[in-house]
């Protein structure tokens, strides 16, 4: 069943130039030149009830100005979007009381204040009822083990804790979909670990995520599918599974050899970083050479010592995503996919 | 529309309460917040006297009747300020930050949410300083009539109107201009003016302060009523508190539709 449906959404706003010359700051006072910026251009994708979709792309892409417009908090200047069965912008009070949304850098907890006055405080804005209240905040601290912290001042708190306060707060009015904004920037491997199993538990309860993240870790422990944004167009919009076929079948390999690695020459072969003489990182591309030959190849000309072969990693594959920028890419170069039959699956829309 | 009216009361105070939290948090502050601005309430009433007392006078007005308009003025901010101006630096900060898309995901008006985050408790402070020099002047001056008394709550709540407006066009002015903390001194240049009796000003002044920028309704004119010299006319002006509130209104959502949020 849809939950999210987006359909050539744009957004242009005005801003004004300015130079960093002394004469360009001045001349500023009496003229300020305007720019049209578009932020977003055209976008169309859905969001079914249940999923979890993560929301990539580089800084300024465009990413923030959707969550924004789907959050009911910015207008577009054209195209569509329905969600909860609700546009969000035009039914913006009832609309907002059926979704959450948690941000790494904006706190909406009270500095001075321990967490569960906050608590107690968004109930009554919310008009939660005592019996639904009590009841969600025992399910919530359970789940996030925060116990005794909610009643200390929420400045002395640590970063996690404060997050996993700042999830209570976003998810005790019960909100069918949650927007996340890098929830886990900042935290130490243990905080990450338990924000990303209260998110699945409550993604298992039938909660809709949409995830925006620079933590591509966040992205491949959580999200099935990935949604990637670059300069306001969609580029990519399919499985996470698929993106590693996107860009053919790459491996990454670290090697050990008996001889200097410079002496190897393969087609195919990439090296990405040269520790020493005999140990290297090496991308290899297997459509041109498969892993067998290379073995081969590789034991033949400078002797294997130690090997490791992984996939790529992902964030290899998000700065090549993010370097096409709007380049047009078909379903079936991802997923093998003929581009009619995955468009009409809803797969990619690049 | 009594669920509704319950509904916000509930909202209201459990704000009101984690605002008084938040002002235990920091008790020497709240407590010498409290203090500072009460002395600073009390400056103009202090020359008031010393003008009196070195023989010369509002004309038509004693010194009693010129420190009633003083009192009522602080009183006025004693509950305009707490309750709606605290909106002004709410809009200042957050929009400057960006975070105020998080009042936008609430489910409540936004104006009532941007006032909620912005009530202030220090400010109740001003009613002390307000209080004291009203009983002061009202001890010196004959005791209303029953009348008098009425006439003053219509034109108090037409003065708070007033102040409320003030708010709201600081407030809204912030979306455009953003982190212009300027705003508050636009507001003290205007309604300095009304802080002292409206007979001292020119016909044409005393008009343009009661029915353009009716800053003569925030204590001139409910003094006039405390002191039995208007008549019942003088609700007409609280007529224009009304339309200057509702233009108020108009202007801060209009202003609203203009906020840009920060990038993310």
Redesign the interface.
């Known amino acids: 069943m849809t939950m999210i449906e987006v359909n050539q959404l744009t957004k242009t ?1 005005m801003t004004h130039e300015r130079g960093h010359s002394m004469r360009e700051i001045a001349m500023n006072l009496i003229r300020r030149p305007m720019k049209e910026v578009r932020a977003v251009q055209d976008i169309t994708f859905s969001v079914n009830r249940g999923e979890m979709v993560a929301f990539l792309g580089p800084n ?1 892409a465009g ?3 959707t ?2 417009m789907l ?5 577009p200047t054209s195209g569509e979007a329905k969600v909860l069965g609700l546009t969000p912008w035009k039914q ?3 609309y ?2 059926h ?1 959450g ?1 948690v ?1 790494g850098q ?1 706190s ?1 907890l ?1 500095w ?2 321990p967490p569960i ?2 608590f ?2 968004n ?5 939660v009822p005592e019996a639904d209240y009590r009841r969600r905040l025992d399910q919530l601290t359970t789940l996030l083990q925060v116990g005794d912290i909610m009643k200390k ?1 929420t400045r002395q708190l640590s970063l996690g804790e404060r997050m996993k306060c700042e999830f209570i707060m976003a998810m005790l009015h019960g909100p069918q979909l949650v927007f996340l ?1 890098e929830p886990t920037i900042g935290l130490d491997v243990f905080a990450k670990e338990s924000i990303r199993d209260f998110i699945k538990d409550m993604n298992k309860q039938g909660v809709t995520f949409i995830l ?1 993240t620079h933590d591509l870790d966040d992205v491949e422990l959580l999200a099935e599918r990935v949604i990637v944004i670059n300069h306001g167009e969609i580029v990519y919009d399919n499985a996470l599974t698929n993106l590693q076929r996107l860009l053919g079948d790459k491996k990454n390999v670290r090697i050990v050899t008996d001889t200097p690695i410079r002496q190897l020459s393969l087609q195919g072969v990439t090296v990405v970083n040269s520790i020493s003489e005999v140990e290297a990182e090496l991308e290899i591309d297997t459509e041109i050479i498969p892993l067998k030959r290379f073995i081969n190849a590789v034991n033949e000309q400078c002797g294997i010592q130690d090997m490791a072969i992984t996939p790529l990693p992902i964030e290899t594959l998000m700065k090549e995503l993010y370097g096409q920028g709007s380049r047009t890419m078909t379903a079936a170069s991802a997923t093998g996919v003929p581009a009619g039959v995955a468009a009409q699956q809803g797969d990619l829309s690049m | 529309m009594i669920a509704v009216i319950r509904s916000a009361a509930t909202c209201f105070w459990a704000v009101m309460r984690t605002k008084m939290a938040e002002q235990m948090a920091y008790r020497s502050h709240f407590v010498l917040s409290v203090i500072l601005l009460i002395a600073g309430d009390l400056v103009v009433p202090l020359i008031t006297l010393l003008v009196y007392r070195s023989g010369a006078t509002f004309a038509g007005w004693t010194l009693y009747e010129a420190l009633l308009v003083q009192a009522i003025f602080g009183l006025a901010k004693g509950i305009a300020f707490p309750l709606f101006f605290g909106m002004v630096n709410t809009t200042l900060g957050l929009v400057r930050e960006g975070t105020f898309d998080l009042l936008l995901l609430k489910p409540r008006s936004v104006l009532w949410m941007t006032m909620l985050r912005g009530l202030d408790l220090d400010d109740f402070g001003r009613l002390i300083s307000g209080g004291v020099l009203f009983g002061y002047a009202l001890s010196g001056v004959s005791a209303p009539s029953i009348t008098g008394w009425l006439q003053f709550a219509v034109l108090f709540a037409a003065s708070l109107a007033v102040l409320c407006t003030f708010a709201l066009l600081l407030s809204g002015l912030l979306f455009q201009w953003v982190g212009s903390s300027r705003v508050f001194d636009i507001f003290d240049s205007v309604t300095s003016f009304g802080m002292y009796p409206g007979t001292i000003y020119s016909k044409a002044v005393q008009q343009l302060l009661t029915y353009v920028i009716p800053v003569g309704l925030i204590a001139n004119m409910p003094a006039v009523a405390l002191l039995g010299r208007g008549g019942w006319e003088t609700l007409g002006a609280a007529g224009a508190s009304v339309v200057f509130l509702a233009l108020g209104l108009w202007f801060w959502h209009a202003m609203l539709g203009r906020y840009t949020s920060a990038g993310g």
């Open positions: 706003y300024g990413k923030s100005t969550l924004k959050t009911g908090v910015l207008h913006r009070r009832e907002v009381r979704i949304a941000f904006k909406q009270l001075d204040i006055d906050a107690y405080m109930k009554a804005i919310y008009g001042p904004d925006t």
